[in-house]
């Protein structure tokens, strides 16, 4: 595989974990945040915001290749002005402000682009007519990537856990574990399983190989939030005192099917293989 240079927009928790992947590859990685002073060794910090086109175009003058682009920013606030900054114009801004095109550019949306709530199977070619506004801003950002003159893909991480994300945990170590009515299917996704599939399909990329334009990467096991907070409970001893309904998200079922059969391999297959492993970190 020949050594590209990439460039991680919105070089965070993902970002900085797949730039670490590409370096062990050999490759050239550029990561684009405000704040670069925690991105990790060997990653080439670009400060910049995404929001302001004059100061973006000063910060990627020198980058005057430019293989693969990846834009993996989050929004900064969680309101529509947000996320329209974060999701679309941002995507704009970033590929004005390139002195050069991408061979290929990468796109981090959710799953939160599907509407489905009656715990059904959802893939790549499920409609996806979301109510909320992140939904629709989301699913927006995707349709400017898939419409840009350069080749593009979106990825649909679902729900992403992993180190420092202990929302869950803490959730059950309070004593708190969803209950069994009415049920509600979950879906997750490992942070090293998401910087591991934006790896898999760069390198196809890079070996000429062709790839779809929209993924949805989630773990092989979509379970019921009473199931998961139940194995935690058990898992880490702790006694269960309350029962709350939660429904952040639609229940429905992600598929891996069309990532799988290209050929990932997820490193954590189910919420019993990550969480032990994180469970098992912060015991250490
Ligand atoms: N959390 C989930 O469960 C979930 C689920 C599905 C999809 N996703 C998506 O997955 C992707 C990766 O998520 P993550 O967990 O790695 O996010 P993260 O750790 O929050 O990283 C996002 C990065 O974007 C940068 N950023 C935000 N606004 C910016 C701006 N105006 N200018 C420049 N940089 C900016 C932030 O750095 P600075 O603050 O230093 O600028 C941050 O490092 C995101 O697109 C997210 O929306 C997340």
Request: proline content about 4%.
């Amino acid at each position: 595989m020949q050594q590209a240079t990439i460039l991680i927009v919105g070089c965070g928790d993902v970002g900085s974990t797949l730039g670490q992947m590409l370096l062990n590859q050999g490759h050239k990685v550029f990561g684009l945040r405000r704040n670069i002073n925690q991105l990790p060794q060997g990653i080439q910090g670009i400060s910049a915001d995404l929001t302001n086109l004059e100061s973006l175009k000063a910060a990627l003058a020198d980058l005057d290749e430019c293989h693969i682009l990846v834009y993996a920013a989050a929004a900064s606030s969680h309101d529509e002005a947000g996320y329209e900054a974060a999701y679309v114009t941002g995507v704009q801004n970033t590929l004005q402000a390139l002195p050069s095109k991408p061979k290929h550019l990468f796109f981090t949306s959710s799953s939160g682009v599907y509407h489905q709530n009656d715990s059904e199977w959802v893939d790549e070619s499920s409609p996806c007519e979301p109510k909320s506004f992140s939904g629709k801003i989301m699913l927006k950002g995707e349709q400017q990537v898939l419409s840009a003159d350069i080749p593009g893909t979106v990825v649909r991480f679902s729900g992403i856990y992993g180190p420092g994300r202990n929302h869950l945990i803490n959730r059950v170590m309070r004593g708190d574990i969803a209950p069994a009515k009415p049920e509600h299917y979950s879906n997750r996704i490992h942070r090293d399983d998401c910087a591991g599939v934006l790896s898999f399909l760069i390198s196809k990329v890079l070996n000429s190989e062709a790839i779809d334009p929209c993924y949805l990467a989630s773990d092989s096991n979509p379970v019921t939030m009473h199931e998961i907070t139940t194995w935690m409970a058990t898992t880490i001893n702790s006694q269960i005192t309350s029962e709350t309904v939660s429904r952040r998200a639609g229940s429905k079922r992600c598929s891996n099917n069309k990532l799988i059969k290209a050929g990932y391999t997820f490193k954590y297959p189910s919420y019993t293989e990550g969480y032990s492993d994180l469970l098992d970190l912060d015991q250490k």
